[in-house]
């Protein structure tokens, strides 16, 4: 099992820039890519970014390419979304998830991913 904790979300004014952050424990060496993933009321469940642990083949939404970095610290199995300019519509719950090797299925396959956190709301005013 892999246990996710996320910290950090809130809000903020468009425009401006925040961060979460989320710390992984447990069997993080069965996981081969960890990824941000936000759903908001009424829409489907969105990848925004994503980065194996590996190596540094990064992959962003285009939504929030340009503005979002994934970063992650492997020694402290942390991994890092930092959102600059952000806009109303990425207001929603942002969930850290794990995908396992063994259920990989593509960065951009919600299925790949069998491992989520709690959530951390991010609220982007205009």
């Known amino acids: 099992q892999v246990q996710l904790v996320e910290s950090g979300g809130g809000l903020v004014q468009a425009g401006g820039s925040l961060s979460v952050s989320c710390a992984a424990s447990g069997r993080t060496s069965s996981t081969k890519t960890m990824a941000w993933i936000r759903h908001a009321p009424g829409n489907e469940r969105d990848i925004v970014a994503a980065?194996?642990?590996?190596?540094?083949?990064?992959y962003y939404a285009d939504s929030v390419a340009g503005r979002f970095t994934i970063a992650r610290y492997n020694a402290k199995k942390l991994v890092y979304l930092q959102m600059n300019n952000p806009k109303p519509e990425d207001t929603a719950v942002y969930y850290c998830?794990?995908?396992?090797?063994?259920?990989?299925?593509?960065?951009?396959?919600?299925?790949?991913?069998?491992?989520w956190g709690q959530g951390t709301q991010v609220t982007v005013s205009s």
């Open positions: 980065i194996p642990w590996t190596d540094g083949n990064t």
């Open positions: 998830a794990a995908a396992p090797a063994t259920s990989w299925k593509g960065v951009t396959a919600i299925g790949s991913y069998t491992y």
